[in-house]
T-cell receptor
Framework: GQNIDQPTEMTATEGAIVQINCTYQ??????LFWYQQHAGEAPTFLSY??LDGLEEKGRFSSFLSRSKGYSYLLLKELQMKDSASYLC???????????????WGLGTSLAVNP | EAGVAQSPRYKIIEKRQSVAFWCNPI?????LYWYQQILGQGPKLLIQ????????DSQLPKDRFSAERLKGVDSTLKIQPAKLEDSAVYLC??????????????FGPGTRLTVL
């Protein structure tokens, strides 16, 4: 089967660094996405990794190890507005027409405290 | 650029009633997705269209759910009859199919359905 695991909840302090882990087992691999979802809102795209290594984008970075089926999202200089759910999603392959089906994790609810 | 539009934003119905949701994707996006998201969980794909063709509907409960995208632009998702367990947020997303792009999905605001 296809499975994505990430912690259910995490808490951190404003100004700190937090790492949200994601492990996956899928039939194929064609990229891993991280999305942010604030309560009551739609998910918004944060990052994409398809090759091993670290991708940095401002305060957010995402890492991928394909051999280990592992990724993490690193959030630096945490702000209160970073309190949200963080969703890990894997594309196991491409369908016809180059479009993607994503397998989604359950999400990690991050609470940033003052 | 306008985002993904969905309506209604909220809907309350009684079990066994019917309901329909509408989605208009970002202009030019060939791929459209309908997801069901239950509180505290990740999105579950119900159906994926490319233009007006169905790419994946393996998780759509076809005895009660139907969806169409007749002209390859906007789409409608229908539930008939609704059950209590259908209470969820229904998200519509769209993406491009450009070669060489990671084609991230852009989501609409969702429709929150409550079945009483």
């Amino acid at each position: 089967g296809q499975n994505i695991d990430q912690p259910t909840e995490m808490t951190a302090t404003e100004g700190a660094i937090v790492q949200i882990n994601c492990t996956y087992q899928t039939s194929g691999f064609n990229g891993l996405f991280w999305y942010q979802q604030h309560a009551g809102e739609a998910p918004t795209f944060l990052s994409y990794n398809v090759l091993d290594g670290l991708e940095e984008k401002g305060r957010f970075s995402s890492f991928l190890s394909r051999s280990k089926g592992y990724s993490y999202l690193l959030l630096k200089e945490l702000q209160m507005k970073d309190s949200a759910s963080y969703l890990c999603a894997v594309s196991p392959g491409r369908n016809a027409g180059n479009n993607r089906k994503l397998i989604w994790g359950l999400g990690t609810s991050l609470a940033v405290n003052p | 650029e306008a985002g993904v539009a969905q309506s209604p934003r909220y809907k309350i119905i009684e079990k066994r009633q019917s309901v329909a949701f509408w989605c208009n994707p970002i202009s030019g996006h060939a791929t459209l997705y309908w997801y069901q998201q239950i509180l505290g969980q990740g999105p579950k794909l119900l159906i994926q269209f490319q233009n007006n063709g169905v790419v994946d509907d393996s998780q759509l409960p076809k005895d009660r759910f139907s969806a169409e995208r007749l002209k390859g632009v906007d789409s409608t998702l229908k539930i008939q009859p609704a059950k209590l367990e259908d209470s969820a947020v229904y998200l519509c997303a769209s993406s491009t199919t450009r070669q060489g792009s990671y084609n991230e999905q852009f989501f609409g605001p969702g429709t929150r359905l409550t079945v009483l």
